[in-house]
């Protein structure tokens, strides 16, 4: 008899967090895993996806603010579904999800925490600290994610960190396009700091007034980015494409890709463009330092600092030999340590709890 497994998301919007939902649907063991998706929120732009896979998605349309009595109506559902697992993603999800799996005596809880985060306040780490205490295992996707858990308050024995994956068969390598342009693809808000990458680009093109940017997605920033576009007379060197869904086909015409994050999980885009081949400049924030090894497949600066970020940008550019050679071990690196099957079995021997804990380093993480 397959277990049924109860994913509790925010949102179904095209974002990392989200696309790694449409990776368990792809890649669950069906012979052994029956899933479902709940969304918080509306059914959003993968909705279809998850359905096109043949499981079920049920979008609870509610807004922010506290809900006090989802608790017991997410319960009800779980009851009526047989639950079996709960597995939460971000800390909302986790919040009400992990009481309704208690007062639903849902056996197993799983919660995913996808990133640093940057706004949290003192209420809210309190609480997802008192909630991890609902789960059995509370994974983190970096091990800078799970040092930041534990600092936190989450309880050391809960803690497994466990890297996200891409598909690498979607993801063709190509290698850098000598002539091609700089690509980004994230949402357009403060997180990813896309004014300093512009100022950055500005420095560049002093020096290398061929050079441009593609600027991939959407978000509440956009209007702003553009008039500092304007302000910095980068027209000729910038281009917002919007929202982007064949990635692949962007990322294959790109020379190199860039994040400029101030705070970040693992990010998938990031292993996209090394799976592609391209050579990555990135910020050493979050995660990123553990998909990306600095001077091997990619160049690491200080977060805001677009003097440090345009001397990286220039040297990748101006030495298209160590572009490639940083892009064919970038591929090599997403295979062997970033596979995203690897991942999701990894998940779900979580899911009927045989994996064997070993502690890493100063008891920071438990590595499934």
């Known amino acids: 008899m397959r277990l049924r497994v109860i994913h509790l998301t925010g949102c179904l919007d095209l974002g990392g967090q989200e696309k790694l939902l449409v990776e368990f649907a792809k890649h669950a063991d069906r012979d052994r895993y029956d899933l479902r998706f709940v ?88 609480l ?35 890297h996200n994956g891409i598909d690498t068969a979607c993801f063709t390598f190509m290698g850098p396009c000598v002539d091609g342009p700089a690509v980004i693809v994230a949402r357009l808000c403060a997180d990813k700091d896309l004014a300093t990458l512009l100022q950055a680009v500005k420095l560049v093109v002093r020096t290398e007034p061929t050079f441009r940017l593609q600027i991939a997605g959407d978000g509440p920033l956009r209007a702003d980015l553009i008039r500092l576009v304007e302000h910095l007379d980068l027209a000729k060197q910038v281009q917002f494409l919007g929202v982007i869904r064949d990635v692949p086909a962007l990322l294959r015409q790109a020379s190199m890709y ?84 690897k991942m999701v079995a990894r998940y779900e021997r979580l899911y009927d709890g045989s994996t064997v804990q070993a502690a890493r380093g100063h008891a920071v993480a438990i590595r499934a």
């Open 39 to 126: 969304s918080l929120g509306t059914r959003g732009v993968l909705a279809a996806e998850l359905e096109a896979q043949g499981w079920p998605v049920t979008a609870l349309g509610l807004g922010t603010g506290l809900r006090p009595r989802l608790p017991l109506q997410l319960a009800k559902m779980l009851r009526r579904w047989h639950a079996d697992i709960v597995h939460t993603h971000n800390e909302r999800p986790l919040l009400y999800g992990g009481a309704a799996a208690c007062l639903a005596r849902v056996p197993r809880v799983i919660h995913t925490k996808h990133g640093r985060g940057t706004y949290n306040s003192r209420r809210q780490v309190f």
């Open 258 to 341: 860039v994040l400029s994050s101030i705070s970040e999980g693992v990010s998938l885009t990031i292993l996209e463009a090394m799976a592609c081949g391209l050579p990555v400049v990135a910020t050493n924030v979050g995660g990123t330092p553990e998909a990306v090894a600095d001077g091997a497949t990619g160049v690491l600066v200080a977060p805001r600092n677009p003097e440090s970020l345009a001397l990286a940008l220039l040297r990748l550019y101006r030495d298209p030999v160590a572009a490639r050679r940083m892009g064919e071990a970038g591929r090599l690196r997403v295979q062997e340590h970033f596979d995203v099957r």
């Open 128 to 162: 997802t600290a008192l909630a991890a205490r609902l789960t059995n295992r509370f994974v983190c996707v970096s091990d800078d994610c799970a040092s930041l858990a534990l600092a936190q308050g989450v309880p050391v024995e809960r803690i497994t960190a466990l």
